[in-house]
């Protein structure tokens, strides 16, 4: 069975730095494409970063210069550095992991099979 699971979540202010992290049990990780969602209240799930089995990164373009995707094989983790954090940038972040799929987008939430529970994210002015 495999299992997602989210860390690093918080609350900071605007302008800060934030890590989390999602580190996968089961599974053979190094064969996943993964990616960060996020959900803000009363708004759709929506794509933040994802990066591939072979290291290829792919970013919202919300994000793009202020995050990175970054993954570790060794640690089945991976990890989402971000900057220059906005109040729009609060919500509830998942992570999800799948088989690569040419069919769908690495973007789309229909490309990943599992996800984890969410952590929270809060930047406050």
């Known amino acids: 069975q495999v299992q997602l699971q989210e860390s690093g979540g918080g609350s900071v202010q605007a302008g800060d730095s934030l890590s989390l992290a999602c580190t996968v049990s089961?599974?053979?990780?190094?064969?996943?494409?993964m990616a960060w969602f996020r959900q803000a209240p009363g708004l759709e799930r929506e794509f933040v970063a994802a990066?591939?089995?072979?290291?290829?990164?792919h970013y919202s373009n919300t994000v793009k210069g202020r995050f990175t995707i970054s993954r570790s094989n060794g640690k089945a983790t991976i990890y989402l550095s971000a900057n220059s954090l906005t109040p729009e940038d609060t919500a509830v972040y998942y992570c999800?992991?799948?088989?690569?799929?040419?069919?769908?987008?690495?973007?789309?939430?229909?490309?990943?099979?599992?996800w984890g529970q969410g952590t929270q994210v809060t930047v406050s002015t």
């Open positions: 999800a992991a799948g088989i690569r799929r040419l069919t769908t987008p690495i973007t789309s939430s229909g490309a990943y099979t599992y």
């Open positions: 089961g599974g053979t990780f190094s064969s996943y494409a």
């Open positions: 990066v591939n089995w072979d290291d290829v990164t």
